[in-house]
């Protein structure tokens, strides 16, 4: 896979320091005004893993890349990017303004699981279009945690983690069909939760033996500790497709993803994504992507 983006090396890109924060182990957290990263003077943003989240609030038109999907940005948005999901933006130049926080998982380990929130999740929604009043609230919400990271208040990092908690829970609030989906409310909803736990954990692959263990209906129930028929009619319910299709669906996006960026060979690949003869790889993935791995590397 393309080289994934550290925070030190963001640092370095971006402002040529690394803050000494980097080295505590309570993890990391910063945020910006977006001014000095947009406009005509702007540098591209390559299209690349990072190893940190980063939430961005902006207002004017953009277009980002979220692994194999394009989301266009209208007028205003926040904007969730995640460690497992590649993205970058383009037509940053007509971008007004904005903020972003970056921070990793250190941050955040002793107070919840963000991967349990929809708008982290692979089938979630990264992009929020906002309303003015939203988006003022948003402003309102940034602007305090620019005022609190330059103060000399001792639990000032308590303070900015419950600042972007009632930022993300803002924005959950105004994507009711999503909480709905993944919150735990009956049975099914939360082993549809767990499922898709399960299988975004798998991603991405790193290291040239690394291999999913979990690839098929079968496999999820056993993990899981129910019967395969339970599991596909929880799937089905919550995500309206069966099973084999959401597996399906996530090993072709870590497929193009690893042909678009990665110099593995194809059968490293099918290897990875645990099919016993590459041939089973290319038809799978012809029937899905309507085109063989080989064409859509050349692509790009």
């Keep these: 896979m393309a080289t994934i983006e550290t925070?030190?090396?963001?640092?370095?890109?971006?402002?040529?320091?690394?803050?000494?924060?980097?080295?505590?182990?309570?993890?990391?957290?910063?945020?910006?005004?977006?001014?000095p990263f947009i406009g005509a003077g702007a540098k591209p943003v390559p299209y690349r893993r990072r190893d940190f989240y980063k939430i961005t609030l902006v207002r004017g038109q953009g277009k980002i890349f979220f692994a194999d999907k394009v989301i266009e940005v209208k007028e205003r948005a926040i904007v969730f990017s995640n460690p497992f999901i590649p993205y970058k933006?383009?037509?940053?130049?007509?971008?007004?303004?904005?903020y972003f926080c970056i921070f990793n998982d250190d941050f955040f380990r002793q107070f919840g699981q963000l991967n349990r929130y929809s708008i982290y999740q692979p089938q979630g929604i990264?992009?929020?279009?906002?309303?003015?009043?939203?988006?003022?609230?948003?402003?309102g919400l940034f602007e305090k945690m620019l005022v609190e990271i330059d103060s000399d208040y001792i639990h000032k990092y308590d303070m900015l983690r419950n600042i972007a908690l009632e930022l993300m829970h803002t924005a959950l609030k105004l994507e009711p069909a999503n909480i709905t989906r993944y919150a735990p409310g009956?049975?099914?909803?939360?082993i549809s939760m767990l499922f898709l736990e399960l299988l975004e954990r798998q991603f991405p692959i790193e290291g040239s033996?690394?291999?999913?263990?979990?690839?098929?209906?079968?496999?999820?129930?056993?993990?899981?500790?129910?019967?395969?028929?339970h599991l596909n009619r929880a799937i089905k319910e919550t995500t309206q497709k069966t099973t084999s299709q959401v597996i399906a669906e996530r090993i072709l996006q870590e497929a193009k993803l690893m042909l678009k960026?990665?110099?593995?060979?194809?059968?490293?690949?099918?290897?990875?994504?645990?099919f016993n003869e590459v041939s089973y790889f290319n038809h799978f993935f012809r029937k899905l992507a309507h085109t063989t791995p080989k064409s859509f590397r050349k692509t790009f």
């Design 186 to 190: 009956n049975a099914n909803q939360k």
């Design 261 to 274: 960026f990665g110099d593995w060979t194809i059968t490293e690949i099918s290897e990875a994504l645990g």
């Design 7 to 35: 925070l030190e090396a963001f640092y370095r890109n971006k402002f040529t320091w690394i803050p000494e924060s980097l080295t505590q182990d309570w993890g990391h957290f910063n945020v910006f005004k977006l001014d």
């Design 209 to 229: 033996h690394a291999q999913i263990k979990l690839n098929s209906p079968a496999d999820f129930a056993t993990q899981l500790a129910v019967h395969v028929n």
């Design 89 to 98: 933006w383009e037509n940053t130049e007509e971008i007004k303004s904005g």
């Design 126 to 139: 990264p992009v929020i279009e906002l309303d003015e009043e939203s988006y003022q609230t948003f402003v």
